[in-house]
């Protein structure tokens, strides 16, 4: 069974700019989730999404917005970039069941100049 | 605040020797844990599950949970070199939101 894809694989952008990260689950999983890996911070939970729908989310800034299709691939947009958005984005996937384990992608790295 | 807190480390044992990683956790209602290893560079990958009070063995691997005390331990036997890596903890709540600590630095030293 295939692991769970991350597109791209790194990314430069500039301050102001937006981006979009895409993430394609391990199949027949229906849950994936968004987070966001720096040195200081560690692993920072974004949000979830299940079955086209956010399921949680954690304590970021509405820069940060995401989507799943009905296919469960998900998308990630962050708009109006700054520095401190550089980072590893990581998404995981799992089947969404209660407290069931996730899988990680390869993740994004994102560079904010 | 739910939270996942590790020792950051670093921990330097030898080959051979046995590692011992530990975690607390401070929501009571986290029903499932999980340790992931994330080489530097890398995304994490799943290491073990516990959800039950009690030890957990795979290979050299041993899982502890106490959920009196929100205590959850990785043991690695005869640890080797390329266990060297960053060790995380994570607690998951039933609406499958998880938590996950800072990672603990382990390096096997030849």
């Known amino acids: 069974k295939a692991g769970v894809t991350q597109t791209p694989r790194y990314l430069i952008k500039t301050r102001g700019q937006q981006v979009t990260l895409s993430c394609s689950p391990i199949?027949?999983?229906?849950?994936v989730s968004w987070y966001q890996q720096t040195p200081g911070q560690g692993l920072q939970f974004l949000f979830e999404?299940?079955?086209?729908?956010?399921?949680n989310k954690g304590n970021f800034p509405g820069r940060f917005s995401g989507r799943q299709f009905s296919n469960s691939r998900s998308e990630m947009n962050v708009s109006t970039l700054e520095l401190g958005d550089s980072a590893l984005y990581l998404c995981?996937?799992?089947?969404?069941?209660?407290?069931?384990?996730?899988?990680f992608g390869p993740g994004t790295r994102l560079t904010v100049l | 605040q739910k939270e996942v807190e590790q020792n950051s480390g670093p921990l330097s044992v030898p080959e051979g020797a046995i590692a011992s990683l530990n975690c607390t956790y401070s929501d009571r209602g986290s029903q499932s844990f999980f340790w992931y290893r994330q080489y530097s560079g890398k995304s994490p990958e799943l290491i073990m599950s516990?959800?039950?009070?009690g030890d957990k063995e795979d290979g050299r691997f041993t899982a502890q949970l106490n959920k009196a005390s929100q205590y959850v331990s990785l043991l690695i036997r005869d640890s080797q070199p390329s266990d060297s890596a960053t060790y995380l903890c994570?607690?998951?709540?039933?609406?499958?939101?998880?938590?996950f600590g800072t990672g603990t630095s382990l390096t096997v030293i030849p």
């Open positions: 516990i959800y039950s009070n």
């Open positions: 199949s027949g999983h229906r849950s």
């Open positions: 995981a996937s799992s089947q969404g069941l209660d407290t069931d384990t996730q899988y």
């Open positions: 994570a607690g998951a709540n039933t609406g499958n939101q998880f938590y």
């Open positions: 999404y299940f079955s086209e729908t956010q399921r």
